[in-house]
């Protein structure tokens, strides 16, 4: 039977169903044949973070789990694959325009390999999410491979028929009392085995398994070659620690996060069970967050403007010690910080709906841009930005006391850009 790669909207299911076969329905649920529910569900329940991707749910009266607003993949080890995507407005039924927009979100976080992510293979979103991670990673290894994989003096200990190195007598006595023509020693050795070239190889041996692109793996096979006389990692955690990443070795840094991804997991790191073969899965209002902050720092009409992202501070409240500074509490930390605080943004992955009460805007999120408004002194107006959504919403401008305004914008994930009021309507 050949692997199914399936694609789920955020807050659609995953259930248990007597199929033979992964079936997507119309309504955009999965049904999965017994086998495999019980392996998603064994992920669910071994490990405490998989539970904030799903929830327990009933459909059609059978079991079920409902993703939440984390989007990525799930990918079992028969190859079979479910692709989460995010929920945008009018792209329901475009999955290659959901998967575009979430690797345009994937390129603003920092610190991850998603940053180099080129225009071309931005677009070639026919391919499933799998290949693609695993296509951006073989490029990080081509590029690796033409810098020059770097090399090290491994320590070695061999009874040898020569004196190489330092001999140790005591291991030599023991080993050697009857075998006089042998010694027993110690030496360095200039070689390319080293752990973060074994970890480079593990990798592509663990993704020349569970890839099914042939371009993929004939690449992987390439490279294989070339990483023959390198030894394979056993212990990944262990191997990670012992990691050097210095001046010589920058060129690796790119190629060991994505080792660290499909290895460990970028999420919520190795998981417990053997259930499911590999699991990638985003935050969506962490990739809401990023998304719209890179937007702030290239807009034109911010231009003039001084743009900080995730500006921490100042604290809720203070501990007042004797004899000591004020020891702050509970540290406030709003998305995006324009001009020292004279506007104060926050964002939230929520879409907003005129039938739920106040369009759905929590008490909690007024509560918090309220604790903004009277930390930054001198600010002139707090900003609630949530993705455009698909049913009827309009802006809404609160005031708090002092004449604080409070705006509530929308942000068009699929044009990049903030709508105006009418736009939305």
Same mark, same amino acid.
């Given at each position: 039977?050949?692997?199914?790669?399936?694609?789920?909207?955020?807050?659609?299911?995953?259930?248990?169903?007597? *199929?033979?076969?992964?079936?997507?329905?119309?309504?955009?649920?999965?049904?999965?044949?017994?086998?495999?529910?019980?392996?998603?569900?064994?992920?669910?329940?071994?490990?405490?973070?998989?539970?904030?991707?799903?929830?327990?749910?009933?459909?059609?009266?059978?079991?079920?789990?409902?993703?939440?607003?984390?989007?990525?993949?799930?990918?079992?080890?028969?190859?079979?694959?479910?692709?989460?995507?995010?929920?945008?407005?009018?792209?329901?039924?475009?999955?290659?325009?959901?998967?575009?927009?979430?690797?345009?979100?994937?390129?603003?976080?920092?610190?991850?390999?998603?940053?180099?992510?080129?225009?071309?293979?931005?677009?070639?979103?026919?391919?499933?999410?799998?290949?693609?991670? $695993?296509?951006?990673?073989?490029?990080? $290894?081509?590029? #690796?491979?033409? /810098?020059?994989?770097?090399?090290?003096?491994?320590?070695?200990?061999?009874?040898?028929?020569?004196?190489?190195?330092?001999?140790?007598?005591?291991?030599?006595?023991?080993?050697?009392?009857?075998?006089?023509?042998?010694?027993?020693?110690?030496?360095?050795?200039?070689?390319?085995?080293? !752990?973060?070239?074994?970890?480079?190889?593990?990798?592509?041996?663990?993704?020349?398994?569970?890839?099914?692109?042939?371009?993929?793996?004939?690449?992987?096979?390439?490279? #294989?070659? *070339?990483?023959?006389?390198?030894?394979?990692?056993?212990?990944?955690?262990?191997?990670?620690?012992?990691?050097?990443?210095?001046?010589?070795?920058?060129?690796?840094?790119?190629? #060991?996060?994505?080792?660290?991804?499909?290895?460990?997991?970028?999420?919520?790191?190795?998981?417990?069970?053997?259930?499911?073969?590999?699991?990638?899965?985003?935050?969506?209002?962490?990739?809401?967050?990023?998304?719209?902050?890179?937007?702030?720092? *290239?807009?034109?009409?911010?231009?003039?403007?001084?743009?900080?992202?995730?500006?921490?501070?100042?604290?809720?409240?203070?501990?007042?010690?004797?004899?000591?500074?004020?020891?702050?509490?509970? /540290?406030? %930390?709003?998305?995006?910080?324009?001009?020292?605080?004279?506007?104060?943004?926050?964002? %939230?992955?929520?879409?907003?709906?005129?039938?739920?009460?106040?369009?759905? !805007?929590?008490?909690?999120?007024?509560?918090?841009?309220?604790?903004?408004?009277?930390?930054?002194?001198?600010?002139?107006?707090?900003?609630?930005?949530?993705?455009?959504?698909?049913?009827?919403?309009?802006?809404?401008?609160?005031?708090?006391?002092?004449? #604080?305004?409070?705006?509530?914008?929308?942000?068009? $994930?699929?044009?990049? /850009?903030?709508?105006?009021?009418?736009?939305?309507?």
């Amino acid at each position: 039977m050949k692997p199914s790669n399936l694609n789920l909207v955020e807050y659609k299911a995953i259930y248990r169903s007597d *199929v033979k076969e992964p079936k997507k329905e119309e309504n955009g649920n999965i049904a999965l044949p017994p086998k495999l529910f019980e392996a998603l569900e064994n992920f669910y329940f071994a490990n405490a973070d998989a539970q904030h991707f799903f929830q327990p749910a009933k459909v059609h009266g059978k079991k079920a789990l409902r993703a939440k607003n984390y989007v990525g993949l799930v990918q079992f080890h028969d190859g079979t694959t479910i692709e989460i995507l995010p929920k945008i407005a009018d792209l329901e039924n475009d999955i290659e325009g959901a998967r575009e927009i979430l690797l345009r979100m994937l390129r603003t976080l920092k610190k991850s390999p998603f940053r180099h992510l080129d225009k071309a293979r931005l677009k070639a979103t026919r391919l499933p999410l799998f290949e693609i991670f $695993v296509s951006m990673f073989l490029e990080a $290894v081509a590029d #690796l491979v033409r /810098r020059g994989i770097k090399s090290d003096y491994i320590s070695r200990e061999e009874n040898l028929k020569y004196l190489k190195g330092k001999l140790k007598i005591g291991e030599h006595l023991k080993r050697n009392f009857i075998h006089k023509e042998r010694f027993y020693v110690a030496y360095d050795e200039f070689l390319s085995d080293r !752990v973060e070239n074994r970890l480079i190889k593990t990798t592509l041996q663990t993704l020349y398994k569970r890839s099914r692109s042939s371009v993929n793996q004939q690449r992987i096979r390439e490279f #294989l070659f *070339v990483f023959d006389d390198i030894g394979t990692s056993h212990d990944h955690r262990s191997d990670f620690k012992k990691v050097k990443l210095d001046r010589q070795m920058a060129h690796y840094e790119q190629v #060991l996060a994505w080792c660290r991804i499909f290895l460990l997991g970028q999420s919520f790191g190795p998981y417990r069970g053997r259930d499911v073969a590999f699991a990638l899965l985003f935050d969506m209002n962490r990739l809401f967050e990023s998304y719209v902050g890179a937007w702030f720092k *290239v807009a034109k009409e911010y231009t003039d403007r001084k743009i900080v992202l995730q500006h921490g501070i100042h604290h809720l409240v203070y501990l007042e010690k004797k004899g000591r500074e004020k020891d702050g509490k509970f /540290r406030l %930390k709003p998305d995006i910080v324009i001009d020292g605080g004279d506007i104060v943004a926050d964002t %939230k992955w929520k879409l907003l709906d005129e039938e739920n009460k106040n369009q759905g !805007v929590s008490q909690g999120d007024m509560y918090q841009l309220f604790a903004y408004g009277k930390k930054y002194e001198g600010c002139k107006e707090l900003l609630l930005i949530y993705p455009k959504s698909h049913t009827k919403v309009e802006e809404m401008r609160y005031f708090f006391q002092d004449d #604080l305004p409070l705006s509530v914008r929308f942000f068009d $994930v699929k044009e990049n /850009r903030l709508c105006d009021g009418d736009e939305i309507l």
